[in-house]
């Protein structure tokens, strides 16, 4: 078989070749790279978020805010009300749908865990109780 006669064609094959293969490169190497930006944006978003909420709840004041729950609250309701070590278990009894509401209120724009929050509603009266830690 005489390759000059078709030295043309080979080149124009080789290079077609050529050309698929780094279209091919060029987008597989894109998707990688577009994968790796997104991952690393989302790690530092959620380093981000891990920072403020330790900032959150090493503040010195958060435990004073905790204890600002049962304000508002007679203290013939509040069956239980315990802060200790970075840990809150309270209990309230016959409170109106007012006072519920600012308490829940209150639990809510804190930067606290909840672990249990139990509400029971009996004869118009409600009973919270309520575990959380921070």
Avoid: H, P
């Amino acid at each position: 078989m005489n390759l000059e006669q078709y030295k043309f064609e080979i080149i124009l094959i080789s290079s077609f070749l050529l050309m698929i293969l780094t279209f091919v490169y060029k987008t597989t190497s894109y998707s990688t790279l577009e994968k790796s930006t997104i991952e690393s944006k989302i790690n530092n978003q959620e380093i981000s978020r891990v920072i403020a909420l330790k900032e959150l709840w090493g503040d010195k004041k958060l435990t004073k805010r905790v204890n600002s729950i049962k304000q508002g609250v007679a203290k013939s309701k509040i069956k239980e009300f315990k802060n200790r070590s970075k840990k809150l278990t309270a209990l309230f009894k016959d409170l109106s749908i007012n006072e519920l509401n600012s308490i829940i209120k209150k639990v809510t724009n804190l930067a606290i865990s909840i672990i249990k929050l139990d509400i029971k509603y009996r004869d118009e009266k409600y009973r919270l109780e309520l575990k959380c830690k921070w």
